[in-house]
């Protein structure tokens, strides 16, 4: 039997939802890590540039 066109509906929209949400995540975590080091320096994740 086919999926209900609701229930279609709703996995999209999770599924939206939660890729907007790792992106925006990602997005601040770069834009926060570009503002606070050099342009030359690519601190790995998890450590602090004093």
Do not use: D, F, K
Not at 3 to 30: F, N
């Amino acid at each position: 039997m086919e999926t209900p066109l609701s229930e279609r509906l709703l996995v999209v929209l999770l599924t939206l939802v939660t890729l907007g949400s790792i992106v925006t995540l990602t997005y601040t975590l770069v834009a926060a890590e570009l503002t606070s080091a050099p342009a030359n320096a690519y601190p790995t994740l998890g450590t602090q540039s004093p």
